[in-house]
């Protein structure tokens, strides 16, 4: 079917631009159309960059070891800082922007999130290695990956809303799985970057012996993350507002506005509704008369009243202890990957300056490549066939059962036993909760409350990556690794269970819902 027997499909009066695609066009699923691939672009560079940005602290770390410790291991409070400081800022990203682009809409507050990568990106790249000393080189760039963190953060709920606000039920899952599997990409182009740049610094590191110009690598694979974001910068800030997100807010409004009409015909007085309007002289003995004011309720207090009812709470603390008790293992894991590395003989613990980096790097590759890419894929040829419940409880359960297994096998394990139950882990991982947490929240609540109860849920996840980025080093010296994967196990079952307060979302319409419980309220 071409893009012009879909045109004549497409319902009179629904444009083909991005203001809104949801239509039927009757292929299966993951065959994405020319407007949704454009969406995709668009709203995916946003996941693209989480992963780029945030996994590549990982070698970026290990080249300021020789640039500013001369090899030496970075101080351990810092390390666990400079790790932790993009989720830091991410958590304030998810909150803030999650807010307002319900309270304002989408369109006012789409792109600025691509605007703060921007400037973080460029001021940490900026770090003056050469004039402060180590530790205040190290303090320099967090405090700035704080800010790209708020970014990045931010772009949780944005990208969410935007893409669920405008899919086709039965593509939401579909559409909202390729918009994070662009997670995966990042870290495959990251890596990829990562040893291209080393192989064109190889003479003067390897051969000349200037370990120093790392300074150089790691600058350049930052600041290549900045391509993207320039090149959909534009389009973000010009997206349009969705039919939906309109039609959501006309609906409260008009809820309120009911509400008002029967407060006032019930007697009930609200000095803050209503006003008196003055009469002539001529009719000075007939009663006031009251004229109603319709005031907009706060998003803040809307967002409350919501969650009060117990149906609608149990569904908030499921997305987001279920992304909270993810977060915690998958990026305790993925931050600390040089535990990994070390197990297959790829840490970089022999040789030169540059052959240490390529091997990490190499290692770094190899992992992505095996696990980390080909769940996310599987996710999206799978969702709308499986679901998103089927595809979450599983995953946590595999992803127990592979960590149960390293964790008991940790010190006896050979390497390719190890490579091998690695890449299932992280398999399962993103065939499995690490996408389906993503698209929980933007699927199973109504679009009034979209962003912000996304951004809460994503806070709720960081939150869980803060602790594992802080307290893995040190969990890992002081009870010893296998113990350490052991909580993660623990994680990945409560995960499962949490998963159980969770409806499946496949085919469901939360608006219509809302519309329904809406006019339930006013019957009432």
């Known amino acids: 079917m071409t893009e012009t027997d879909l045109e004549s499909k497409r319902p009179v009066g629904l444009k083909a631009g991005l203001e809104d695609f949801d239509y039927d066009d009757g292929r299966p699923p993951f065959i994405l159309t020319r407007v949704e691939l454009k969406l995709l672009s668009i709203a995916g560079v946003g996941f693209f960059l989480d992963a780029y940005d945030l996994f590549i602290i990982n070698p970026v770390s290990t080249m300021l070891q020789y640039r500013l410790y001369d090899g030496k291991s970075l101080p351990t409070g810092l390390e666990g800082f400079l790790k932790a400081a993009a ?36 001021l940490s790249i900026s770090t003056p290695t050469g004039t402060l000393s180590p530790n205040g080189s190290l303090v320099y760039l967090s405090i700035f990956r ?13 990208s969410a809303s935007v ?18 599997s662009n997670q995966g990409l990042g870290s495959l182009v990251g890596s990829i970057a990562t040893m291209l740049t080393l192989l064109a610094y190889r003479h003067v590191m390897d051969v000349e012996g200037k370990t120093s110009k790392v300074d150089g690598v790691w600058r350049i694979i930052v600041s290549l993350s900045l391509i ?51 009469v002539d002289s001529e009719a000075e003995k007939a009663p006031p008369v009251k004229a109603i004011v319709h005031k907009k309720k706060a998003h803040f207090r809307e967002f409350l009243i919501y969650f009060s009812e117990w149906r609608h709470l149990k569904i908030l603390i499921g997305t987001c202890m279920c992304w909270f008790l993810l977060d915690i293992a998958f990026y305790g894991i993925n931050l600390n990957q040089n535990v990994v590395l070390q197990q297959i003989g790829f840490d970089g613990s022999k040789g030169t300056a540059w052959n240490r980096l390529f091997k990490i790097a190499t290692g770094n590759l190899i992992i992505t490549i095996l696990g980390f890419v080909p769940g996310y894929y599987v996710t999206v040829l799978t969702v709308e066939y499986l679901g998103r419940k089927v595809i979450q409880i599983q995953g946590f359960l595999m992803a127990s059962l592979f960590l149960a297994i390293l964790a008991g096998k940790f010190h006896t394990m050979g390497k390719a036993p190890f490579v091998v139950c690695f890449a299932f882990l992280q398999f399962f991982f993103n065939f499995g909760a690490n996408s389906t947490t993503y698209m929980y929240p933007a699927e199973v609540l109504p679009t009034r409350f979209r962003a912000s109860a996304h951004g809460f849920s994503a806070a709720c996840g960081k939150a869980g990556a803060i602790i594992s ?56």
């Open 87 to 122: 989720n830091i800022g991410s958590v304030i990203g998810q909150f803030t922007f999650g807010y307002l682009a319900d309270a304002f809409g989408r369109k006012a507050v789409y792109g600025k999130e691509l605007m703060l990568i921007i400037l973080a990106t460029i």
């Open 146 to 158: 704080i800010m790209l963190g708020v970014g990045v953060g931010g772009d949780y709920p944005m």
């Open 163 to 180: 893409t669920s606000d405008r899919a086709n039920l039965r593509k939401r899952g579909t559409m909202l799985a390729y918009i994070f």
């Open 228 to 278: 993207p974001a320039f090149g959909t910068l534009y389009q973000r800030l010009t997206l349009a507002e969705s039919k939906r997100y309109t039609k959501s807010r006309q609906l409260t409004e008009n809820d309120d506005s009911s509400m008002d009409e029967k407060k006032w015909k019930e007697g009930e007085e609200d000095p803050s509704e209503t006003k008196v309007v003055a």
């Open 469 to 524: 980025a802080l307290a893995f080093n040190q969990l890992s010296k002081s009870i010893g690794t296998p113990s350490v994967l052991w909580i993660f196990f623990a994680c990945c079952i409560a995960g499962a269970v949490f998963t159980l307060l969770l409806p499946e979302t496949k085919g469901r319409d939360p608006d219509v819902i809302d519309e329904q419980e809406l006019m339930e309220r006013r019957g009432r």
